[in-house]
């Protein structure tokens, strides 16, 4: 499975960045799509997930200024990050909760290289 992030970049503080994600390889279906990150010096975290029907969660930092959002049968899933603040500064990363052709389960197994987010005070 790959998962491929990005749209991170350098934003004020305020202001606002859209990430994307994509899943591919031999899936059969999705079960949920999440977006975590990860601070310099500091574990990473969850900070949204997306789960098939539509149900949502989040972090308690960032509920009321980040939406997920997606087409889980299209393996797609995105993040609107609004009124960010320096505190989320962090590499941001996508996953999945997944089953394979294979009838394999991948829960969250790997992590690709994520998209860095950088906001400035």
């Known amino acids: 499975v790959q998962l491929q992030a990005s749209g991170g970049g350098l934003v004020q503080s305020?202001?606002?960045?859209?990430l994307s994600?994509?899943?591919?390889?031999?899936?059969?279906?999705v079960n949920a799509m999440?977006?975590?990150?990860?601070?310099?010096?500091k574990q990473r975290e969850l900070v949204a997930v997306l789960i098939r029907g539509d149900k949502t969660n989040y972090a308690d930092a960032v509920k009321g200024r980040?939406?997920?959002?997606?087409?889980?049968?299209k393996n797609t899933v995105y993040l609107q990050m609004t009124?960010?603040?320096?505190?989320?500064?962090?590499?941001?990363?996508c996953n999945a909760d997944l089953w394979l052709v294979s009838g394999i389960r991948y829960q969250y197994d790997t992590w690709g290289p994520g998209t860095l987010v950088t906001v400035s005070s």
């Open 34 to 41: 999440a977006w975590y990150r990860q601070a310099p010096g």
């Open 83 to 93: 009124n960010l603040e320096p505190d989320d500064t962090a590499v941001y990363y």
């Open 66 to 73: 980040f939406t997920i959002s997606g087409d889980i049968d």
């Open 21 to 29: 994600c994509e899943a591919s390889g031999k899936i059969f279906s």
């Open 14 to 18: 305020g202001g606002s960045l859209r």
